[in-house]
């Protein structure tokens, strides 16, 4: 366990954490391990919040303490599960032990007195953590039951609290209803990303229920590995500068294509199309915070003032592109934009001296491949030291669509497209800006093209909007069929 440093007056004070934590670190954790097994997958989707409410699946007493076993140090204190009062007060002992060990937000399922979804509400409010399990009792052994509308009350209440869904596989053998002592039998837990839900009570628990039932199809299909797995969705990714009409031809292209399957629409806005029409889902919490993002990008008044929060929307828009893939299943993923791309074509703004064919070949090998083959001395790397900081925050391994549509269109077309919508400009929207961006992304096909990285079709965006949609249609169909996809 880390002690946490305080700094007061520049001294650096290191405070002990509270005894429960140090008793869950340094025992209750270890003991888990040891005579259980935990097998975590997904861990990562709980770093970065700040708060959270984790719904399970409940087979087990387990449960609760392998649901603590997966959560940063620093959110043991903070976190409640929440459990049922005349359950654990049939014994004093492990009522006491409980109490102190996981502090409860205790319901009383033989007497109502009040509404518990009050005392949780509180709780968030508090900037608290809850762990629930929506099927409100422990259910038959690896069976996920019905889940009571409650759960859809407490997110209805507070719909902006990420709501992380997780399976446990393991409990129901380890420590069953029946039996008087643990077994020592290994354990899983499977974390999803986190979401945001929305819609009426039935709906959102039916919702919840699918989540983790996806989990539980996930883990099913890992454990049994002759099974092969599913590959990722086939991708698209359109280019074009701003006032081009590449956001259209993505949300149309996205929209055809769901004739052939499920189709994932990644452009200002996360869609799901199926049959040629869009589809219900839930939000991810990574598109909120890239909307957000976007947003001060757009008000920035300089292009050095607009760098830090685009470069961080483009990489939350990566981000998405894999969480898509695992969470919707999409068979094909349209992108509106590139993060890997639009980040190399976007030097020529910043550092037109070393814009190059050579720069462009070099920064897509090393952005895409963990910086493998590439040199540390490099000029490359004191040339354009963002590079070097995306390395070193571990943002290098982009993901490459298997197709580019560039929308090709004159800059002078595309600021009379921009002018006409009346809109606050972006200050990159000028004429030459856009014709520097222009050369660059037909810099960029030409060196993905020739490396072999994705098949490019260049969009002539003079073209009528449905020849062109046609155009690139029929360019992704070729393209799709001849790697032999479905």
Not at 89 to 109: A, C, E, G, H, M
Not at 117 to 138: K, Q
Not at 385 to 410: C, H, K, M, Q, T
Request: proline content about 6%; aromatic content about 8%.
């Amino acid at each position: 366990v880390s002690l946490h440093p305080l700094f007061l007056g520049g001294a650096c004070i290191r405070v002990i954490p509270p005894l429960r934590v140090l008793i869950h670190a340094l025992f209750v954790r270890p003991m888990l391990r040891v005579v259980f097994g935990i097998t975590v997958t997904g861990r990562e989707n709980l770093k970065g919040l700040d708060q959270f409410l984790i719904v399970a699946n409940h087979n087990s007493h387990l449960d609760t303490f392998l649901l603590y076993s997966i959560l940063p140090t620093r959110q043991i204190e903070n976190t409640h599960p929440v459990a049922a009062r005349d359950y654990f007060t049939k014994s004093s002992w492990l009522f006491t032990v409980v109490d102190y060990l996981l502090r409860p937000i205790w319901v009383d399922r033989d007497h109502k007195t009040g509404d518990p979804l009050e005392e949780m509400v509180s709780r968030i409010d508090e900037g608290r953590n809850i762990i629930i399990f929506p099927e409100g009792t422990r259910g038959e052994p690896g069976q996920i039951q019905r889940f009571r509308s409650g759960i859809s009350r407490l997110i209805a209440d507070r719909p902006l609290i990420p709501v992380v869904p997780v399976f446990l596989h393991g409990p129901e053998r380890s420590l069953p209803k029946s039996a008087p002592l643990p077994i020592p039998l290994w354990n899983h837990v499977a974390v999803g990303p986190p979401q945001l839900f929305k819609g009426d009570t039935d709906n959102v628990a039916q919702l919840l229920k699918e989540s983790i039932e996806a989990l539980s199809e996930t883990h099913s299909k890992g454990r049994h590995s002759r099974a092969p797995e599913r590959s990722s969705a086939f991708t698209v990714a359109v280019l074009g500068i701003d006032g081009s009409g590449k956001s259209t031809l993505s949300r149309r292209l996205a929209g055809q294509l769901s004739g052939l399957g499920t189709t994932c629409l990644i452009s200002d806005t996360l869609e799901l199309f199926e049959d040629r029409a869009p589809k219900a889902m839930q939000p991810l919490l990574a598109e909120r915070a890239r909307e957000w993002i976007g947003r001060q990008a757009k008000q920035a008044k300089s292009l050095s003032r607009y760098k830090i929060p685009k470069l961080t929307e483009l990489l939350l828009r990566d981000r998405l592109r894999s969480l898509s893939n695992r969470w919707y299943r999409p068979d094909v993923i349209v992108m509106d934009g590139c993060p890997l791309f639009n980040m190399t074509a976007w030097a020529a703004l910043y550092r037109e001296e070393h814009f190059n064919e050579e720069f462009c070949g070099k920064a897509v090998a090393l952005m895409s491949s963990g910086g493998e083959g590439i040199d540390r001395s490099d000029p490359l790397l004191e040339q354009f030291p963002e590079i070097s900081y995306l390395r070193r925050l571990g943002f290098d391994r982009l993901n490459i669509p298997e197709v580019v549509l560039f929308l090709d269109v004159a800059p002078s077309v595309a600021m009379k497209r921009i002018d006409s919508r009346g809109e606050h400009k972006q200050v990159h929207e000028t004429e030459a800006k856009l014709a520097r961006l222009r050369e660059a992304y037909l810099l960029v096909c030409n060196v993905v093209e020739r490396t072999g990285r994705a098949a490019v079709f260049r969009v002539d965006g003079a073209k009528q909007l449905t020849e062109v949609t046609s155009d690139a249609l029929e360019f992704v169909k070729k393209t799709r069929g001849g790697n032999g996809s479905q």
